[in-house]
């Protein structure tokens, strides 16, 4: 009996001290992130600064030290937000924010009842006479007309841009206020609608204070040469005093895999040769803001960064992985290809050109060698909705963890 419980005694040590991933640290801080505690990890309730602190404890618990004095790296950002009652009537349907409507980042405060013009895009031809027509009502539009300029010719009150399927909030609008309100919804709900009553409150910060969290473990050999883990741990936060954007996937997944890195590298067994530095990023949703400051203000010299990795969306994985900046790292993606080849990771690996959609953009833009990995499967399908939530499938977390460990070793 003695000798059972201390051999599962032994293999626990094992199994939790080995040179490997903890899926369950995984979930766990996946699903605190994405609490309601956090509200979203926006600005409503500071949920990005209760985050960036949650991320310091973490840090402080594993043992990992900070860059200088602080885990937290403090800048400023604008951003719109809607912390107080939201409501979208459609004739006399109230409608659901978040499922039936998505609320347009930059809307000022609003509160009335409007008629409804129903415009298709043919019409933005002829603003100058339809402007008149439309003074203090509101246009409807197909959602591709948003980009069009000739759209804000029309001079409405308000606009509602409409799609069929799909609909998701985003925020990058939100770091300015409009001079008309504006809403995303479905055809479906409004295509026979005559009025729309309207209620926003809006907030909105001009200096807006919130903190990247950065931490550090020394190599052992190259002090002075460095890998880069970084994931944004900010989120859409609220949509009106109801609604929360929980983040689960984006990015509590890639928050969650730069602790569990962190995690393994602070065991005494598993010290890296190289130093080790994570950066959690704030503000990414609203326009990449947090990578931008770390890169124009960094905490170490860039021209160290041996290679970085930029961790966003990494909860899925059933359909492999894809690869941002990767053709502009060969050496980096033939020995990933190389490494899944070895261990059979993934089904299949897409490599991509240079884009900005993520917190790797600002660092590859001044020579840092970089690339962003998120996972591929339907089976976190929420993007940027409130049903980014709950417990995720991280179907791929071992392979994508070993993957990274093993770069480090043989790049
Ligand atoms: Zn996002």
């Known amino acids: ?20 991933q903890d899926k369950n640290y995984a979930h766990k801080v996946t699903q605190e992130l994405a609490s309601k505690e956090f509200f979203g990890r926006g600005a409503v309730n500071n949920g990005d600064i209760l985050a960036a602190r949650y991320i310091a404890m973490a840090f402080k618990q594993l043992n990992v030290s900070p860059i200088g004095k602080s885990y937290l790296h403090p800048f400023e950002i604008s951003i719109n937000t809607f912390p107080d009652s939201l409501s979208l009537k459609i004739d006399e349907t109230e409608l659901t924010p978040g ?6 980042g930059g809307s000022p405060s609003v509160d009335g009842r409007f008629e409804l013009v129903h415009l298709d895009t043919t019409q933005l031809q002829n603003t100058k006479e339809l402007a008149a027509e439309l003074t203090g009502k509101v246009a409807v539009l ?9 759209t804000y010719e029309l001079n409405a009150e308000g606009y509602i841009f409409t799609r069929a399927k799909k609909l998701y909030w985003r925020l990058s609008d939100a770091v300015t206020t409009r001079s008309y309100f504006y809403f995303h919804t479905y055809d479906s709900l409004i295509s026979n609608a005559k009025e ?7 907030v909105f910060y001009k200096d807006y204070k919130t903190a990247n969290v950065m931490a550090t473990i020394e190599g052992t050999t190259h002090r002075d040469s460095f890998y880069v883990f970084t994931a944004h741990y900010d989120h859409l936060g609220m949509m009106g005093d109801e609604t929360i954007f929980y983040g689960a996937n984006d990015n509590a997944s890639g928050t969650a895999m730069i602790l569990d890195l962190a995690r393994h590298y602070s065991l005494p067994e598993n010290k890296p040769e190289y130093s080790m530095v994570f950066m959690a990023f704030a503000a990414e949703e609203s326009g990449l ?8 203000n960094p905490p170490i010299d860039l021209s160290k960064i041996k290679f970085l990795f930029n961790l966003d969306m990494v909860g899925s994985g059933s359909e492999g992985i894809g690869m941002v900046n990767a053709k502009l790292e060969p050496k980096a993606d033939s020995l990933i290809r190389v490494i899944n080849e070895e261990n059979n990771y993934f089904t299949d690996i897409r490599s991509g050109g ?16 970089a690339i962003f990995i998120f996972t ?10 409130p049903l980014d939530k709950g417990k995720l499938a991280l179907t791929k977390w071992d392979e994508l963890f070993q993957l990274l460990i093993e770069f480090t070793e043989r790049y």
């Open 1 to 20: 009996m003695r000798t059972t419980l201390l051999l599962l005694l032994i293999i626990g040590v094992f199994c939790t001290n080995g040179k490997s």
């Open 99 to 104: 499922s039936d409507y998505m609320v347009g």
């Open 142 to 150: 197909p959602a591709i007309a948003e980009k069009d300029k000739r």
């Open 196 to 202: 729309v009553d309207v209620k926003i409150n809006s």
């Open 289 to 296: 803001f947090g990578s931008k400051y770390a890169a124009e």
């Open 354 to 369: 240079a884009s900005c959609n993520s917190d790797h953009c600002a660092f590859a833009e001044k020579g840092v060698p």
């Open 376 to 385: 591929r499967g339907e089976e976190q399908p929420h993007y940027h909705t």
